[in-house]
């Protein structure tokens, strides 16, 4: 339901606006090759912002460095509750010019987890301001469904912690929201392996958002292909239809007829 094809390109379709790429880069660890290899290798045509980066004088504006064509998503990291997150995402779309906004309402600083109550508050708030809001969730059915009645565009469950490289440790929860919203799904936070993203996809996941699996890696550029071509073969599985799993025993591939006695 939740896989926003078109049927002549297969684009993946975000408040009206469509992306022939489905992998996009996440915030927290930035630099030039990072966003570099995300754009040049892995494709990606979406990258999540924080206002500290573009602000901090400390480190080089990232603005920078993102290319032309490329769609900024500034994101509300930092904030705890829905009245900061939308400060947050008003003073970004100011700096960066972006009505995309990703929503991340996190109080708790030792887990990471995103509050979905306070999430829905800031969706209400600013997709009634035009923002193209893509939250940030855990991943839970009945939030998902409010996130959905808010105004959001798209619906961002965790994989895993973030930044962990755990991978589908939500898989179940996931596949639900696949099932039951019709939204786009995207995976973000906590893949760490192309295999992880390519299970996301078979799964019918419309994108997937990495950060730490690419800026941890030995090669950065080699990841980043690996990236690419790990989701765009589980995109091509999904859309062909996975073969169903037998519970017991086996099926043979080739008629048993003329097997030796």
Same mark, same amino acid.
């Given at each position: 339901?939740? @896989?926003?094809?078109?049927?002549?390109?297969?684009?993946?379709?975000?408040?009206? +606006?469509?992306?022939?790429?489905?992998?996009?880069?996440?915030?927290?660890?930035?630099?030039?090759?990072? &966003?570099?290899?995300?754009?040049?290798?892995?494709?990606?045509?979406?990258?999540?912002?924080?206002?500290?980066?573009?602000?901090?004088? @400390?480190?080089?504006? &990232?603005?920078?460095?993102?290319?032309?064509?490329?769609?900024?998503?500034?994101? @509300?990291?930092?904030?705890?509750?829905?009245?900061?997150?939308?400060?947050?995402?008003?003073?970004?779309?100011?700096?960066?010019?972006?009505?995309?906004?990703?929503?991340?309402?996190?109080?708790? @600083?030792?887990?990471?987890?995103?509050?979905? +109550?306070?999430?829905?508050?800031?969706?209400?708030?600013?997709?009634?301001?035009?923002?193209?809001?893509?939250?940030?969730?855990?991943?839970?059915?009945?939030?998902?469904?409010?996130?959905?009645?808010?105004?959001?565009?798209?619906?961002?469950?965790?994989?895993?912690?973030?930044?962990?490289?755990?991978?589908?440790?939500?898989?179940?929860?996931?596949?639900?929201?696949?099932?039951?919203?019709?939204?786009?799904? &995207?995976?973000?936070?906590?893949?760490?392996?192309?295999?992880?993203?390519?299970?996301?996809?078979?799964?019918?996941?419309?994108?997937?958002?990495?950060?730490?699996?690419?800026?941890?890696?030995?090669?950065?550029?080699?990841?980043?292909?690996?990236?690419?071509?790990?989701?765009?073969?589980?995109?091509?599985?999904?859309?062909?239809?996975?073969?169903?799993?037998?519970?017991?025993?086996?099926?043979?591939?080739?008629?048993?007829?003329?097997?030796?006695?």
């Amino acid at each position: 339901m939740s @896989t926003e094809n078109n049927a002549a390109k297969d684009t993946l379709v975000i408040g009206g +606006h469509e992306f022939s790429s489905r992998f996009i880069l996440g915030s927290g660890k930035y630099s030039y090759d990072l &966003i570099k290899a995300a754009v040049d290798n892995a494709g990606a045509q979406i990258v999540t912002m924080s206002l500290r980066r573009a602000n901090d004088d @400390t480190q080089t504006n &990232i603005l920078d460095y993102i290319p032309e064509g490329v769609t900024l998503l500034p994101n @509300t990291s930092g904030s705890r509750n829905a009245e900061e997150a939308i400060r947050i995402a008003r003073l970004s779309r100011e700096i960066s010019g972006s009505n995309f906004v990703k929503i991340e309402v996190i109080p708790d @600083t030792k887990y990471l987890l995103p509050d979905n +109550h306070e999430t829905v508050k800031a969706i209400k708030t600013l997709a009634a301001e035009g923002f193209i809001c893509m939250p940030y969730m855990y991943p839970d059915l009945n939030a998902a469904r409010e996130m959905a009645a808010a105004g959001a565009a798209c619906i961002m469950p965790l994989a895993a912690p973030i930044g962990s490289n755990h991978g589908l440790a939500t898989k179940d929860f996931i596949q639900i929201l696949i099932d039951e919203i019709d939204l786009p799904i &995207i995976v973000d936070a906590g893949i760490g392996k192309p295999s992880q993203a390519c299970a996301a996809m078979e799964m019918g996941a419309a994108a997937v958002m990495a950060n730490t699996a690419l800026a941890t890696a030995g090669d950065i550029p080699a990841m980043a292909g690996a990236f690419k071509k790990a989701i765009q073969a589980g995109r091509e599985a999904y859309l062909a239809g996975m073969g169903a799993e037998r519970v017991k025993g086996a099926s043979a591939s080739s008629p048993l007829t003329g097997y030796l006695r």
